[in-house]
């Protein structure tokens, strides 16, 4: 039980000062294994790769794989994802109250006037490693090949073709690349 | 009556966003354009960078806030707690289970290859969702440069995304400002 109280206090303490998304909560982890030793290093290597590797926010994976481990149940992973995710719905409940109010006046929309365009710029930035590491060998300084065609060919099938007069949506692009990910053994 | 199917609604959406993101935060984006903007249209492109923006600083994973900020004001604090509750449901079921039986699941092989190619798939998404937001968010010269300067200052100098909001929020109003005064005759 106290187990169970100390991993809600971390978790919870995490949700509420890892600022700026998943990968900030890797250094919370890298502390509560040294502190409490529920996880060994490498184990938290293993949770990275798995969490990176399976659909879901990063930071939210991750809280279920320790919470799951940690007390080798079902409940251990849902206990510690709701404290993970508990201090940004109270915390977002509050700002977007606020927002709401004063979304209309001059100076808040002269803030976001800046803002809007300097969050196009991260989001290049965030996902920027990622198309490093898919499109180029930087080790070689090329590009890979097999990626790079695949990446032009669905680039067009999605945003020129339409079913039914409909875009096609991000799912079956997922899909599909999976698929074509074990076919072409990428 | 409505308010039950509107949560329903919130829910399912947010499931479906929670299992085909692979990645989290932005990697969301193109599941929230299709889903949120052009389906249920519970929120415009500029609604959506403003979320972002406000979740760039505040705590937690910024696909849970994003969430929370579209349940929010679609059916108060019971939807946001209903629409996190739904993104982070396929992660509570798909990592238990490889906690408990795949341990080894990042290094099989069939599953490196699928990731490869999911990749590429993100990769294709991301660049298409990229050039509706820089449509839909950038809109003059101004904005092109607050863009680039956001993009070289955190790409390459490394600044905490936190003080580059704080600093474009301000260059905002200083910007209107000076044009306020520039249109006065």
Same mark, same amino acid.
């Given at each position: ?43 938290? @290597? ?134 074509? @990910? ?5 | 009556?409505?308010?039950?199917? %509107? ?8 499931? +479906? ?98 990731? +490869? ?17 820089? +449509?839909?968010?950038? %809109? ?40 306020? +005064?520039?249109?006065?005759?």
């Amino acid at each position: 039980m106290k187990l169970i109280l100390t991993m809600i206090y971390e978790f919870f303490k995490a949700g509420l000062f890892a600022v700026g998304g998943g990968l900030a909560t890797i250094p919370f982890l890298k502390e509560m294994s040294d502190k409490y030793g529920w996880f060994t290093q490498e184990l938290l @290597g293993t949770m990275i790769a798995v969490s990176e590797s399976t659909p879901g926010p990063m930071g939210v994976n991750m809280a279920t794989y320790v919470g799951y481990t940690t007390l080798h149940s079902y409940i251990g992973g849902i206990v510690t994802t709701l404290s993970l995710v508990a201090p940004s719905v109270i915390v977002i409940c509050i700002v977007a109250r606020m927002f709401e109010k004063f979304k209309q006046s001059k100076l808040v929309q002269n803030v976001f006037y800046g803002l809007r365009p300097a969050v196009v710029g991260f989001v290049v930035v965030a996902c920027s490693g990622l198309f490093v590491s898919t499109l180029l060998d930087v080790p070689a300084k090329t590009i890979k090949v097999i990626p790079c065609v695949l990446y032009i060919v669905l680039y067009l099938v999605f945003t020129k073709v339409k079913i039914k007069e409909k875009k096609i949506s991000p799912i079956p692009v997922i899909i599909i690349s999976a698929i074509l @990910g074990i076919l072409l053994k990428l | 009556m409505n308010l039950v199917k %509107k949560l329903v609604q919130l829910y399912a959406a947010w499931f +479906k966003m929670g299992l085909f993101t692979f990645g989290g935060g932005y990697a969301m984006l193109p599941m929230i354009q299709n889903e949120v903007i052009e389906k249920h249209h519970w929120a415009t492109e500029e609604e959506v960078m403003d979320y972002y923006a406000i979740g760039q600083c505040t705590p937690g994973v910024i696909a849970v806030n994003t969430a929370t900020f579209i349940g929010y004001y679609q059916a108060g604090i019971i939807g946001a707690i209903v629409s996190t509750l739904g993104v982070i449901t396929p992660s509570l079921i798909i990592i238990s289970i490889i906690a408990s039986v795949l341990t080894n699941f990042a290094e099989i092989e069939i599953v490196q290859h699928a990731l +490869k190619g999911i990749n590429v798939g993100v990769c294709v998404l991301m660049t298409a969702s990229i050039l509706k937001m820089a +449509k839909s968010n950038i %809109k003059d010269t101004i904005g092109m440069v607050i863009c680039l300067t956001a993009f070289v200052l955190a790409y390459f100098l490394k600044i905490s995304t936190v003080w580059l909001v704080i600093s474009a929020g301000v260059a905002g109003v200083v910007i209107q400002a000076f044009r306020a +005064k520039g249109s006065v005759k």
